[in-house]
């Protein structure tokens, strides 16, 4: 019931006006650019992974040609929006929920209260629009590295035609599959922005530096563990007919 009344009060602040425009510039500028060389880096390896392991069963039954075809369904669709979701989502996560649990136990959330500033369109709406924001975009990138990753290992470790590979790509990759992670991507990242900020927002003062720890740890816990359960709902509803 405390959660869904911080869901409550945080809708009603990130929608009732424009969130200041300093600190949304400040969270999407740390939310985005700054999980990019985290993002990139392991997007690589997993795109380069995924053609690997994909190629290792294909090629038993001379299947390989149909490389293009699962690095396309199983990255753009599955593997990149949820990698981008919970890597990034941690990293995030554990930046909102430290700073404001340190907010919260330096007394500057009750200073701001005092003052007549409501704490939460101050604070919790530009991180909220923030994150939603930068997720979708960094799932686009991901799609584009991973899916540039799985083409590399493809044809120039296992030797499989780029033509063939692409055009395995384009038969069954549509614009659809790519809006879908996209929107995955905004859904995953309000996810972890209101489970972030809920749990830095409720430290107590009493709990000192280790609440800030403790809240740390939970934000990225229980954002990570929603997201991967949500995207299996998500991919029930939009891919099983």
Avoid at 114 to 135: E, F, H, K, N
Avoid at 156 to 164: K, R
Wanted: with cysteine; glycine share 10%.
């Amino acid at each position: 019931m405390e959660f869904l009344h911080f869901v409550r009060r945080a809708l009603v602040a990130q929608f009732s006006a424009l969130p200041p425009r300093d600190e949304f510039v400040r969270h999407a500028l740390d939310a985005g650019v700054g999980s990019l060389p985290l993002l990139t880096l392991l997007t690589v390896f997993a795109g380069m992974n995924l053609s690997v392991q994909a190629y290792g069963t294909f090629v038993r039954f001379g299947g390989q040609d149909l490389l293009g075809l699962f690095c396309g369904v199983g990255g753009i669709r599955e593997l990149y929006p949820v990698m981008a979701a919970v890597i990034c989502g941690a990293r995030i996560g554990a930046t909102l929920a430290a700073s404001l649990a340190n907010m919260q136990i330096s007394e500057q959330v009750e200073a701001l209260e005092v003052m007549a500033v409501d704490p939460m369109r101050l604070l919790v709406a530009p991180r909220l629009w923030a994150v939603t924001l930068m997720l979708p975009l960094l799932c686009g990138y991901a799609d584009v590295v991973g899916l540039a990753a799985s083409y590399y290992a493809a044809t120039e470790q296992m030797g499989v035609n780029g033509g063939t590979f692409m055009e395995q790509v384009r038969d069954i990759v549509h614009l659809g599959d790519l809006a879908a992670g996209v929107f995955k991507g905004m859904v995953f990242g309000w996810l972890v922005a209101i489970v972030s900020c809920y749990h830095g927002y409720r430290a107590l003062k009493r709990d000192g530096a280790e609440g800030v720890g403790v809240a740390t740890n939970r934000a990225i816990v229980h954002s990570a563990v929603l997201c991967i359960v949500l995207n299996m709902f998500m991919s029930a509803l939009l891919y099983v007919r």
